[in-house]
């Protein structure tokens, strides 16, 4: 069965980095767009980035533009997100999810809290 | 403020019928691109709810439908039950911005 696991959450400082991961497994997954997905708490969900299968072709928020990166290892499974120059407003659970561009997001992680505060 | 409008709330008795809309542009709705939307209860991940329009993943009850007319698409839940009592979210994406949208999200209330 499809299994979309992040990771990587945790405490950090204002102008910190943090960097998620999301496992995969269940399906092939060098063959899925995926998306990060982040809802902060007590509000909606926000479309993030999405990822190509290849990894050659990538599209961003433009709130994260320039700050997050969306990358992918196809060998291992893993989707990640290289996030720096976090502020409190990045205080969110981050999702990852399969597929993206104009396709449904069928599958979705539990979500890794990330808490940016001094 | 999201560019694909949901209003935050509606409520219904149970057996009610109840209508999520969910309204955008020329350039998302309105230029063609399906909508999806999901379901999420408190503190648990979103869940594909309807895909491309009106289709049901598997498990999803028949209660649940969609459609799709201009700039907007609906979100109909039938015969209205205590368990479906979440918050439902639109998603379609847009080609002027080359991103994808979510609604702001509708909080369904099951009194």
């Known amino acids: 069965q499809v299994q979309l696991v992040e990771s990587g959450g945790g405490l950090v400082k204002p102008g910190g980095s943090l960097r998620l991961s999301c496992a995969a497994s269940?399906?092939?997954?060098?063959?899925?767009?995926m998306t990060w997905i982040r809802q902060a708490p007590g509000k909606g969900l926000e479309w993030l980035s999405y990822?190509?299968?290849?990894?050659?072709?990538?599209y961003n928020a433009d709130l994260v533009r320039g700050r997050f990166s969306i990358s992918r290892d196809n060998g291992y499974n893993l989707l990640y997100l290289q996030m720096s120059s976090l502020g409190v407003d990045d205080t969110a659970i981050y999702f990852c999810?399969?597929?993206?561009?104009?396709?449904?997001?069928?599958?979705w992680g539990q979500g890794t809290l990330d808490t940016v505060s001094s | 403020q999201s560019v694909l409008t949901q209003p935050p709330s509606v409520s219904g008795v149970p057996g009610q019928r109840v209508t999520i809309s969910c309204t955008g542009s020329?350039?998302?709705?309105?230029?063609?691109?399906?909508v999806h939307w999901y379901q999420q209860f408190p503190g648990t991940a979103p869940k594909l709810l309807l895909f491309?329009?009106?289709n049901r993943p598997s498990g999803i009850s028949a209660r649940f439908s969609g459609s799709k007319s201009g700039t907007s698409a609906s979100l109909d839940i039938t015969g209205l039950q205590a368990e479906d009592e979440a918050t439902y979210y639109c998603?379609?994406?847009?080609?002027?911005?080359?991103?994808?949208?979510f609604g702001g999200g509708t909080k369904l209330t099951v009194l």
């Open positions: 990822i190509s299968p290849s990894g050659h072709t990538l």
């Open positions: 020329s350039s998302n709705i309105g230029a063609g691109y399906d």
């Open positions: 999810a399969r597929d993206g561009d104009s396709h449904p997001l069928d599958y």
């Open positions: 998603q379609a994406f847009d080609s002027s911005l080359l991103v994808v949208l």
């Open positions: 491309h329009n009106f």
């Open positions: 269940g399906f092939t997954f060098s063959d899925y767009y």
